[in-house]
């Protein structure tokens, strides 16, 4: 048996960190996506092979390499296929056109899809189901994920997310703009920022408070700006959120040059997205002010992506019974 799956990853549009503490957040899925081809083969060995990293591992129950990249893919298939009572062995391809590290959902991306194309052998994907076994391969990757990523990306489309409540579906109305995202080229951790922000929240907690309960009702506001395509106040509340995030100490020389270069090249709005201390900036234009921005942010930037909004998310691209 053969099956192909691809998931979409995302932008945080507003919220990211705060999501962490129980505020909301706004993802978008984007248009580049993550793909897992799954065959099954005789034996009980899972043997996963990445392009872009170029490496290849096998695991099995008696041979579990916990500290190999690939070692999440292995845990969100193994779990899929516990799922569907699978005996047999999997061989598993995985290709991606995300960044790694950066903070677009690569590896959330790569477990929706690995999940889905294992689930899709013998059953039809459950989207609940496929998002929670992507969240338990995201907690070996991040520490303690706010679920965010492999929410997006099972889903797809725009959504409102607060940790533990789960997530609003937004009704975009946004027309002749686009999203522009550079990468600074400096990897980061997502689990070492997140902990650097939450220790900064201990110490100054009385200090911090306000900002937080100021990135509760930003992402209230932009949720209805998104409903009303009201992109000035988008545009404008993304660069306040990039102020919040600057002052809870996620931001970089890196990003802030690149956040200001989009603005003055034309941006509505631009910010840091993901965790921060490296990664990408995202900004918001009109389409006519597009080549402007990305001509500015290609001279300093590792790559520049023009992402589109994706309204699909994970999605059985191919099924066949060999």
Request: proline content about 3%; glycine content about 10%.
């Amino acid at each position: 048996m053969k099956s192909i799956a691809s998931a979409p990853g995302k932008v945080i549009l507003v919220g990211e960190h705060f999501v962490v503490a129980g505020k909301p957040a706004i993802a978008m899925a984007v248009n580049l996506r993550a793909r897992a081809t799954v065959e099954t083969v005789e034996g009980d060995r899972i043997t996963i092979r990445s392009k872009e990293l170029k490496i290849e591992e096998s695991f099995s129950p008696e041979s579990i390499n916990t500290r190999s990249p690939l070692y999440p893919v292995y845990i969100a298939a193994d779990l899929a296929r516990r799922h569907i009572s699978l005996e047999e062995g999997l061989d598993i391809t995985i290709t991606s056109e995300l960044p790694p590290a950066a903070g677009m959902g690569s590896s959330a991306a790569v477990s929706v899809a690995t999940a889905a194309a294992v689930i899709a052998l013998r059953k039809k994907i459950n989207r609940g189901i496929v998002s929670k076994i992507a969240f338990e391969a995201e907690k070996i990757v991040h520490g303690k994920p706010s679920g965010i990523d492999n929410t997006i990306s099972t889903y797809g489309g725009a959504i409102l997310y607060v940790k533990g409540k789960g997530f609003t579906r937004i009704n975009l109305n946004l027309k002749d703009v686009a999203l522009i995202l550079a990468d600074t080229g400096v990897p980061r951790s997502t689990g070492e920022m997140v902990a650097k922000v939450r220790k900064l929240k201990a110490r100054y907690g009385s200090v911090l408070d306000p900002v937080y309960e100021s990135a509760e009702i930003l992402a209230c506001e932009v949720a209805k700006a998104l409903e009303m395509g009201d992109i000035k106040t988008i545009g404008e509340l993304m660069n306040i959120n990039h102020g919040l995030l600057s002052a809870i100490g996620v931001s970089t020389l890196e990003l802030e040059q690149l956040v200001y270069m989009a603005r003055n090249a034309g941006a509505l709005g631009a910010k840091l997205t993901g965790a921060g201390g490296g990664g990408l900036i995202v900004a918001l234009c009109h389409k006519k002010s597009l080549p402007n921005v990305e001509d500015a942010l290609k001279k300093f930037s590792k790559r520049v992506y023009i992402a589109n909004i994706s309204k699909r998310g994970v999605i059985i691209e191919h099924k066949t019974f060999l």
